[in-house]
């Protein structure tokens, strides 16, 4: 009867010292939560497409540091980041369909608050942004490459229809060219110049009487003084 007696209470002893780990668990759990919590928090207000989607509100989110904190839009296109503590944090808004700049937001010890553009390439150079923060759309995302189009320039300037259309030209506007008085004493000092060039015998030819013409030229009187 006395072992019957004894096992409720230490079941019960048993189950209020578990219930009394599982809170001072939560209490720790809490407490570690608690700890990247703070009192500062980060204002905005996104400008809409001209051409936005009913679902807008609901596609488009704004998160901070690649995900660790994400807030959706109110109604007015606004939206505020609670929670955070002072530091430097890189605002970023994500749709499908249009990209934005993401912005980086440092907020100092005493609260105050300064926003710049995320210059990845030159970060010291700081050029500072309006706060609260005012996004505009960039433009739309292009998930497929575009055809290319049919244009008359590509035909254009093909080589052969370069080459077909050159003459052409060279013949239409010379005659032109040749009614002009001071073109036309261009045209005929190049002739001249050309006639000239023509005129001069070519290296063969120069060999040729060097060395052959004199020799056939002193043997022929020789065979007419024989005859006679």
């Given amino acids: ?47 809409p497409p001209d051409l936005k989607s009913l679902s807008w509100l ?4 704004v998160i901070v540091d690649g995900g660790t904190r994400r807030v959706f839009l109110k109604e007015d296109n606004s939206f505020v980041i609670q929670g ?21 937001v ?10 710049r553009k995320n210059n990845l390439v030159q970060p010291s150079q700081v050029s500072q942004l ?7 759309p960039l433009g739309k995302f292009r998930y497929f ?12 300037l093909h080589p052969m ?13 010379l005659p032109k060219m040749m009614q002009d008085p001071e073109t036309k004493k261009e045209m005929e000092e190049l002739q001249s110049k050309m006639s000239v060039q023509n005129q001069l015998p070519e290296v063969s030819e120069l060999f040729a009487n060097m ?9 022929k009187p020789t065979a007419q003084r024989k005859r006679q």
């Fill in 1 to 47: 009867m006395r072992l019957c007696s004894s096992v409720p209470v230490l079941g019960g002893l048993l189950a209020s010292f578990t219930s009394l780990i599982m809170v001072h668990a939560a209490e720790e759990d809490n407490k570690a939560s608690g700890e990247g919590e703070g009192s500062y928090s980060i204002q905005g207000k996104l400008t």
């Fill in 58 to 61: 609901s596609d488009t989110t």
């Fill in 84 to 104: 955070l503590t002072s530091g430097s944090y890189l605002v970023e808004v994500v749709n499908p369909d249009y990209m934005y700049e993401p912005v980086r």
């Fill in 106 to 115: 440092d907020i100092n010890s005493k609260g105050k608050h300064r926003a």
């Fill in 130 to 136: 309006p706060y609260p923060l005012r996004l505009k």
């Fill in 145 to 156: 490459q575009k055809r290319e189009e049919w244009k008359v320039t590509d035909v254009l």
């Fill in 161 to 173: 229809v370069m080459m077909m259309l050159l003459p052409l030209l060279l013949v239409t506007i």
């Fill in 211 to 219: 060395f052959g013409a004199p020799n056939t030229q002193k043997r």
